[in-house]
């Protein structure tokens, strides 16, 4: 009988009862031949006749994803060995400078004693920031040569979140109404100065630098204290103390007048107050009060605003004082509160999750988190502010900042934290509730902007008038004004 499908081999067996004589010759070659050649008549079809790979997997083949390991919901955390380093020598140059990456960490977890996190630890460590990794590859060059030097300082900077903080002064420069009295010969729509913009991102950029600095410098011994810390370059002594100060007093100086000079006084003076601020007010604070959350999201909300304030500068027609930048009386400025608004209410749901995941380590460290001081006061305050975002967005419709469409495009992600925030709230931080909540949160500010980015107000129109060759509004009107 053939087989209903063709190119299909069947196992002897299936259609009647004769021996494949291709099994018959392989257990003879194998010295097999007193040994019965099987019939498997249960399935119909033979599959493939490959041996299966059975070795087991390596202890910790889950956890050492980079991944996995930043925010696992795991009680046990994988220790490092010199065993887990990555040979290089037959890699591509790109996946060598990973791997050598992420064999600087390794050795640093092992040189360090490994995990803090026990066995019976109700919470899992996390993977080392960006600063403790730039430490990490710091430490493998010579100690007086210049790039060991260079990635050292690069890491008091907190490269991540100095990344953060410029981005979130660049999106409202770019959302603010520009008037159309700057419009400039070479375009056609108004636009505002790059040079103001490349003086605003590289003051913000060092002013960002030297809080940062200045926060290391105040706590390398609760850093010491702390798995995703402890590898930063004062707590391993990959700097003096002397360094780090004057590299923070440089980068502090030279940005706050990098945006005195180049973009106006009162962006400066914002910049000088995040410093103060934070190096100042939310660093010690750590120490005495869960109000330290607060003040770290007013710290957030300030770059916003001095991006707001850069723009506003360009098109003051007044003195130009902090009055009409952040106070004008036209309500001009409510676009630059709305976005510091919506960068302090987003370090909630972002930061409690992740103070959840290591609430045992801050708490042996001495910084009093809400994490482990009050955990149902913790899950509530990050589903209160997640709950705000949806009239902001609203009021930034309003303001006229963005289209009416961004309410209802920035719904589903706005919906989305507000979900997760539930679920964080209803299972303070178990049943993987907190590992939720902390990836909406990185998901949603990203998305919130791109989307304000793109349906900026007015945009699109000056698009399509300029495809397709139209006047713009103004020069209609200055037509009309000048035939009456």
Known sequence: MPPPIPGLRLRSGVFDNSVCRQCTKRALLKGGAERPVPNYPARFFTRSTQPRNTTPLRTGYFASNSLLARFNGTNVAPTASTSDVTDTSTLLPHRRRQAERRNAAVLAGAGSGGSSATSDAPTATMAPDA???????????PADSLRRKLSSLLSLSKPRLTVLVVLSAMVPYALYPVPAFLSTAATATPSLSPLTLLFLTTGTTLCSAAANALNMLYEPDTDAKMSR???????????????????????????????????????????????AIYAGMYTPLKRLSVLNTWVGAIVGGIPPLMGWAAAAGESATADGTWRELLFAS????????????????????????????????YKAAGLRMLAWTNPARNSRVALRYSLVFIPICLGLCAAGVTEWSFAVTSAPVNLWLVAEAVKFWRHEGHKGSAKGLFWASVWHLPVVMVLALAQKKGMWGRVWRSVMGEPEEDELEEFYDEEE
């Open 330 to 361: 036209d309500g001009s400025s409510l676009g630059g509160w709305l976005f510091a608004s919506l960068l302090f209410a987003w370090q909630f749901p972002h930061f409690m999750p992740l103070s959840w995941g290591i609430r045992e380590e």
């Open 229 to 275: 810390t402890r590898a930063r370059p004062l707590v391993r002594r990959l700097l003096t103390t002397k360094a780090a100060v004057l590299f923070a007093v440089g980068c502090g100086a030279a940005g706050t007048l990098a945006l005195y000079w180049g973009v106006n006084p009162t962006v400066a003076f914002l910049g000088a107050s995040n410093i």
């Open 131 to 141: 600063s403790s990794l730039l430490a990490a590859a710091a430490a493998q060059h």
